[in-house]
């Protein structure tokens, strides 16, 4: 499987963007999905996963209420609409794949190449 993620950009506090991440491969929909970030100077961090069949969602603490991880198996994507957006979500976002259910990087078997999302104050 092979990820592109786009739509990231700079954006005020308070404002929104959808991020995309679109797979190449049949085999998308077998995949769990997830979001992570990594901020200057930090770790990459989990933000959301969503199971294969798009039923079950998962959300770290610091984005649940404002963001939405969602799917389309019959476009081979995967979407993570960020609202209220605070300087503190500034960081590279990251799409990746996984055959199992995790939220733990090394569980992610293939990655997209992360698109930059600033949120300025």
């Known amino acids: 499987v092979q990820l592109q993620a786009s739509g990231g950009g700079l954006v005020q506090a308070g404002g929104s963007l959808r991020l995309s991440c679109a797979a190449s491969?049949?085999?998308?929909?077998?995949?769990?999905m997830g979001w992570f970030r990594q901020a200057p100077g930090k770790e990459r961090e989990f933000v959301a996963a969503?199971?294969?069949?798009?039923?079950?969602?998962y959300y770290a603490g610091s984005v649940k209420g404002r963001f939405t991880i969602s799917r389309d198996n019959a476009k081979n994507t995967v979407y993570l609409q960020m609202n209220s957006l605070k300087p503190e979500d500034t960081a590279v976002y990251y799409c990746a794949a996984s055959k199992g259910w995790s939220t733990v990087e090394y569980e992610y078997d293939f990655w997209g190449q992360g698109t930059q999302v600033t949120v300025s104050s």
């Open positions: 969503i199971h294969w069949r798009g039923g079950s969602r």
């Open positions: 491969g049949r085999t998308f929909s077998s995949y769990d």
